[in-house]
């Protein structure tokens, strides 16, 4: 595989999901994977940072909406 524009491994590292709580990880995981399928599938360009750029502040929202659950023991 070449290597990836930096700004896309820049994005690519908020996305990382295993130091979180469960609770987090549930919300934070399908927006991580879908990121990663996207990056996987597109070429690097002002396109798809833009939509990685998108996704993460979607990410960012739910991760911040579940900060309100109570997870479940």
Known sequence: MTER???TT???RYFEYGH?????????????DLAQQLADALPD????????RKLLEA???FVRAALDTIPEA
């Open 10 to 12: 820049h994005l690519l």
């Open 59 to 61: 990410k960012d929202c």
């Open 20 to 32: 979180l709580p469960p609770h987090l990880k549930t919300v934070s995981k399908p927006c991580g």
């Open 45 to 52: 360009g002002p396109e798809l940072t833009a939509g990685l």
């Open 5 to 7: 524009h930096p700004g």
